[in-house]
């Protein structure tokens, strides 16, 4: 194994903590991985990496050869892809939120992988907030404002909300036609996964937006479990208008209080801060801010 591989080993054992799971993503023995970092080690005559029971971690020498080599590897990257006929290539890992990954983006992926066929995609689905570096995940597409200091966010789109019931639900509690009405009303609850508490819903009057808080028999963490319950006539809820425009067309939902709209829910691209991008993830993301582009 060269120095450029073996520092390619380094830095994926020191992001993801993990022998194995390093072996794992760079499709190597685990038995290969081991012996290169003693040689890595033994060569540079200083300990790297400190190792328990369920996690390895950078020594304060082993952090500051991770910093340089992260730097070497992404400018031996980008040089190699400045030739002209050079492609990106390599795997890419990403987590995108499911109902967005089928709409938005699954539809344009055959022609993103013919444009560049090496590159090897790898998309897990989730809302949950995830550990980019320790995961080994190169960005996330998420729906609501970033909270994440340490993230870079480039936004890709701005969706459009809508409130919305089920014909059972509103031939029980009526169709409300303003928002002091809601107070007989009650909506499905859909708890945040950074804080475990149930979202109120928003809703924009007068060109501000106001917050509502109803009860809610029943909640959940899971946006589809959410648009599920809503359809059994549990209660309203605010989703992207893309989710339910069919079943809104079909009478299957019945759309609420359309003169005082959620706010628009925005869509952004996340990546750490402290990652340089490699070429592949450039060229991904400007793919994906172009699809929502054309669809949002």
């Known amino acids: 194994m060269d120095r450029i591989d073996t520092m390619r080993v380094f830095v994926r054992i020191v992001e993801r903590g993990s022998f194995t799971a390093a072996a794992q993503d760079l499709d190597l023995p685990r038995s290969t991985v081991t012996d290169a970092i003693k040689q890595l080690e033994a060569r540079l005559g200083v300990r790297l990496l400190q190792r328990t029971t369920r996690h390895v971690s950078a020594t304060l020498d082993g952090e500051a050869y991770f910093q340089r080599c992260r730097r070497l590897l992404a400018d031996f990257e980008e040089a190699e892809s400045s030739f002209a006929g050079a492609t990106p290539k390599g795997v890419l890992r990403v987590d995108v939120h499911g109902q967005l990954a089928r709409h938005f983006l ?14 090897e995609l790898q998309l897990s689905e989730g809302d949950r907030l995830v550990d980019l570096v320790r995961e080994g995940i190169d960005c996330v597409v998420r729906a609501g404002t970033p909270q994440d200091s340490d993230m870079i966010a480039r936004r890709v789109a701005q969706l459009e909300q809508v409130t919305c019931a089920s014909p059972d639900y509103v031939a029980r509690f009526g169709l409300p036609t303003s928002l002091d009405a809601l107070e007989a009303h009650r909506m499905v609850g859909f708890r945040s996964s950074l804080t475990g508490g149930v979202l109120p819903l928003e809703f924009t009057e007068n060109g501000q937006v106001r917050e509502l808080m109803l009860p809610a028999p029943v909640s959940m963490s899971g ?74």
């Open 223 to 296: 946006s589809d479990t959410v648009a599920a319950a809503c359809r059994l006539g549990l209660g309203m809820i605010q989703v992207p208008r893309y989710r339910v425009a069919a079943e809104l067309a079909q009478g299957g939902l019945v759309e609420l209080l359309p003169q005082c709209p959620p706010p628009l829910m925005p869509v952004s691209l996340l990546y750490p801060r402290s990652r340089q991008l490699s070429p592949r993830v450039r060229v991904f993301m400007d793919w994906v801010s172009r699809e929502f582009a054309e669809k949002a």
């Open 106 to 119: 699954l539809p344009g992926l055959p022609a993103f992988l013919e444009c560049f066929p090496g590159i």
